[in-house]
């Protein structure tokens, strides 16, 4: 089912080399009723654990699950992401691995404004991203 937000949002893109990373580099949406901040979300499981050290492209995809499980919870996905920001401890290793995000928007014809920044170090040893989102609807 179509996100009326969605179809109500002017995607903006002066030029297309951001579109392989299936972001757009602005959107203009109109103001929603309800809006979820999500925060940095990793690759942790229920009771807290960290998994997949070691494995970047494992890790980027069980933290964008942990977003997308707390988008659900709040009644959205990620077609009502207005803003993703993904923070890597390597970025090379998170441009081979970006797929595990790009192939989550592109099911959902998503591509909200995204900035990946490198960093020393996240909040747990071994943890590789950390990923966080605005949503509204």
Do not use: K
Not at 22 to 28: G, N
Not at 63 to 82: F, K, T
Not at 94 to 114: F, K, M, N, V, W
Request: zero cysteines.
């Amino acid at each position: 089912m179509p996100n009326p937000q969605l179809l109500a949002t002017q995607r903006i893109n002066p030029t297309t080399w951001n579109a392989l990373f299936r972001y757009d580099q602005a959107q203009l949406r109109p103001a929603p009723q309800q809006l979820l901040t999500v925060a940095g979300q990793g690759s942790i499981d229920a009771d807290g654990a960290l998994l997949h050290v070691g494995d970047m492209t494992s890790q980027m995809a069980l933290a964008m699950a942990n977003v997308e499980d707390l988008l659900a919870a709040g009644g959205m996905d990620l077609r009502d992401v207005s803003r993703l920001v993904v923070h890597v401890t390597d970025m090379d290793a998170a441009l081979a691995a970006y797929g595990a995000i790009t192939e989550r928007l592109e099911a959902l014809d998503a591509s909200p404004p995204a900035t990946l920044v490198e960093v020393t170090r996240l909040a747990l040893p071994g943890m590789a991203v950390e990923i966080d989102a605005t949503a509204g609807r």
